[in-house]
């Protein structure tokens, strides 16, 4: 269908809504009508040829055959499609009998077979059809929906003009209906739908997706969309295998299967199936991350391109128990730094599920061991697939998964606005379990995002279009392994870094001072309420806090302060206020001993707080001490590091902590362990968690070589933790193909300023020149 046809057919399908729907329906409701009697009319011109056939097929088996229910079979035969319409009726006759219209129109609905019944009933078209006899408009939408001035049927026709008609295929029936559905939420306000692929996109996932291995097809192969919203990608799919024309003219038996969570593109797609031949079962209702239709199946080769950017949280508890996942699809088994082997969190934030349709798809890929020629996938993803997520996180877990085993053969980024409903970067994942040898342990990647041609009109978001051209040179660069220019190869380890923390010693002062003792009246993270509390009632908070319990509760609400339940019952508890003032007397009588001086060494200071603690026999829990400890005592760069731990290492021990580390005896210090000049003897500091820093060390880096090149010049009591060492993997076309475009020419830009400075100059002049003429 062309792009003449299908404004024609959009334009006159909008105008349906504006003649027969006006002051009946309000406008966000048009498509509720125009959506699903589009859908209807296709079916109806489909079985308008074999009707009879139909009919007489039900007089056999009811009065000749004495059947007493009909046999699908024999009418699915007759109609010529694996869906059947047993009444008399077909939409232009209806027009015949306005008088019966709504009884006639009932008993066209109930003619048809069950997989139409359930598309009627996902459109929920028996209600709109109500609504419309109720306002009168039914046979006005009817007359126009069979009109002779458009052509909704698969085959070329004669318009009353004497023109032809072109006829309305699978694939361009998706488009008019995605285009009304982008229309219609326009007009509402709302997000332009779901995105439906441009069919040039598919042209290339399908070559990419089949040209590799064309001549090693299966005789039955199987092709599967986890999201397959109007069902463009499958019959594209399955046309390129076996069309003579532009595809691969393939005898293989395909068969087609899909999952849409959207009742009316679920409508339409599977009305695509029936009317294509395919099995309508094939297609599911229903959330494909929310459940696992396909459990049992595997499938040859798969493409999709899910929703991005969209959140998947109604579905968060069919797949996750608070950390644990709970499907085994978005589980992944990855090796950590230190070798051991676990099952990981493969799921990515639920803010966007698109990684999580990937992942549905890796699970259905066919095992080598079961089919030697495993799986292929093409999936359409945005730019965050490549890049977001932290190492050890849900969606760096999936891209490491993958690259690990080898599975990404290349990516290919798509020029922008190439997708009606979204103008974002997008890019082509090419997945597979059988790599060529020749792509082993490489992963290709193609910049064609200046491949395309301008639409002179656009349509939605879209305003540019791959043509055939683009096609053929993407898939060249893909299937010659390219490695120059817009296509570059990289090894797996390329993608993949460590991510180590750096750590710096914590420096401590200390002093005793009235002001700080008193801040221990307050429970730490209840400062602020406390304190409102004690300001207005002061030594009732011991005594008689009961009765102020209703004004503090009205306070809080009133202010809007959270509380979590815990922070709530402590606040009003007098043994919580009673335990903060014994704490606070007995920071008073260490301030007694000690005295205020300020203390440039934590650790002095904690052994005289200890010394004193215990030479009056008072034994303080470890948290009460360190209330105290924390309230007097602050950061600052200029103090004494604060020690940890003193180590004895020697013999076993010591070859025990240089194997866990990686480390020489010479090296300890750059793992956080510092020698005394007691032989054997090392101190641990403790780490400030404000300076505490990370890097990202390329996987082909050796993590102690970078730390010693990178971090150590510049921060010389730094050190590496090693045990927080997690492998991540990412992405970015912008750095493998940034191109630097070198600054102006000074005296050049100095020219331009001179330049407009003298244009500038001469419109003061006549500006001032017009004003005093004016005066």
């Known amino acids: ?147 002779e001035d458009i052509n909704l049927t698969p085959n070329d026709k004669r318009g009353p003009d004497g023109r032809v008609q072109p006829a309305l295929t699978n694939l361009g029936m998706g488009y008019v209906f995605e285009e009304l559905i982008r229309k219609f939420n326009e007009e509402n306000n709302e997000e332009a739908g779901e995105h439906f692929t441009p069919r040039e996109v598919i042209k290339l996932m399908t070559h990419l997706l089949f040209d590799p291995v064309k001549d090693k097809l299966p005789p039955v192969l199987t092709v599967y969309d986890p999201a397959c919203g109007s069902g463009g990608m499958l019959t594209e799919a399955q046309n390129f295998i076996v069309d003579p024309e532009g595809g691969i003219k393939s005898s293989a038996s395909v068969y087609i299967y899909g999952k849409e969570v959207n009742p009316e593109t679920f409508a339409i797609c599977k009305s695509d199936m029936m009317i294509k031949g395919n099995n309508p079962e094939n297609i599911k209702l229903g959330s494909t991350l929310a459940t696992n239709d396909f459990s049992s199946m595997t499938f040859d080769f798969m493409l999709s391109n899910p929703p991005y950017g969209k959140s998947w949280k109604t579905d968060l508890k069919f797949i996750k128990d608070g950390k644990d996942v709970l499907d085994p699809r978005f589980k992944v088994e990855l090796k950590g730094y230190d070798g051991t082997v676990e099952m990981c969190d493969a799921t990515p934030r639920s803010s966007d599920g698109q990684l999580l349709f990937l992942m549905e798809m890796v699970d259905k890929m066919r095992k080598l061991q079961d089919s030697p020629a495993g799986s292929r996938i093409a999936s359409v993803h945005n730019g965050s697939s490549l890049f977001t997520g932290d190492a050890g996180g849900g969606e760096s877990n999936i891209r490491r998964y993958l690259i690990e085993n080898d599975m990404v053969e290349a990516i290919i980024q798509l020029p922008n606005n190439l997708f009606y409903n979204t103008g974002i970067t997008t890019y082509i994942w090419v997945v597979t379990n059988n790599k060529p040898a020749g792509r082993r342990g490489k992963v290709q990647l193609i910049n064609a995002s200046e491949m395309y041609t301008k639409r002179r009109k656009n349509l939605g978001e879209k305003n540019c279009d791959l043509a055939d051209e683009h096609i053929d040179a993407i898939t060249e660069l893909y299937m010659s392994l390219a490695d120059e220019g817009v296509s570059k190869v990289f090894d797996n380890a390329d993608f993949g870094y460590h991510k180590v923390t750096v750590e710096r010693p914590l420096r401590k002062k200390a002093q005793f001072t009235p002001e700080r003792i008193a801040t221990l009246r307050f429970t730490p993270g209840l400062q602020e309420i406390m304190a409102w509390v004690w300001d207005r009632y002061g030594e009732d908070v011991y005594t008689d806090l009961k009765s102020h319990r209703e004004a503090i509760e009205d306070y809080i609400e009133r202010e809007e302060i959270t509380l979590t339940p815990k922070n709530r019952k402590a606040l009003l508890d007098p043994k919580t206020w009673v335990a903060q003032r014994e704490i606070m007397e007995e ?83 750059d793992h956080g362990y510092w020698p005394t000049k007691t032989a054997g003897e090392f101190i641990e500091y403790e780490s400030d968690s404000e300076l505490r820093d990370s890097e990202n060390v390329p996987l082909k880096d050796d993590i102690h070589a970078y730390f010693l090149r990178e971090v150590r010049p510049h921060v010389k009591d730094a050190w590496l933790d090693i045990a927080t060492v997690k492998i991540g993997y990412e992405i970015s076309f912008n750095r493998y193909f940034y191109q630097h475009k070198p600054l102006r020419d000074l005296n050049e830009v100095a020219r331009d300023i001179l330049e407009l400075e003298k244009e500038t100059d001469g419109l003061l002049k006549r500006l001032v020149s017009l004003t005093s003429e004016a005066v």
């Open 587 to 669: 920071a008073a009588r260490l301030m007694a001993s000690i005295g205020q001086e300020v203390s440039d060494d934590f650790n002095a200071f904690t052994a005289a707080v200890d010394a004193d603690l215990k030479s009056r026999k008072v034994k303080l829990a470890a948290a009460q001490k360190n209330q105290i400890l924390n309230a007097v005592s602050w950061r600052d760069e200029t103090a004494k590091k604060v020690i940890k731990k003193r180590h004895k290492l020697a013999g076993d021990k010591l070859k025990d902590v240089l194997a866990k580390l990686g480390a020489t005896v010479e090296t300890l210090p």
């Open 1 to 147: 269908m062309d792009q003449a046809s299908h404004n024609k057919i959009v334009s006159f399908i909008w105008s349906i809504a504006d003649d027969c729907l006006r002051d009946v329906f309000v406008r966000g409701k048009y498509r509720d009508v125009i959506l699903p009697m589009f859908v209807l009319r296709r079916l109806d011109c489909l079985l308008e040829p074999t009707k009879q056939a139909v009919r007489d097929e039900m007089k056999f088996q009811t009065e000749d055959a004495g059947l007493t229910e009909l046999d699908p079979a024999g009418l699915r035969d007759a109609s010529g499609y694996v869906f059947y319409n047993t009444s008399e009726w077909t939409l232009k006759s209806l027009l015949g009998n306005p008088s019966q219209l709504e009884a006639n129109m009932d008993a066209y609905l109930n003619g048809f077979s069950d997989n139409v019944k359930e598309i009627i009933e996902n459109f929920d078209l028996r209600t709109q059809v109500r609504k419309m006899i109720a306002a009168d408009v039914l046979f006005d939408v009817i007359e126009k929906y069979v009109a």
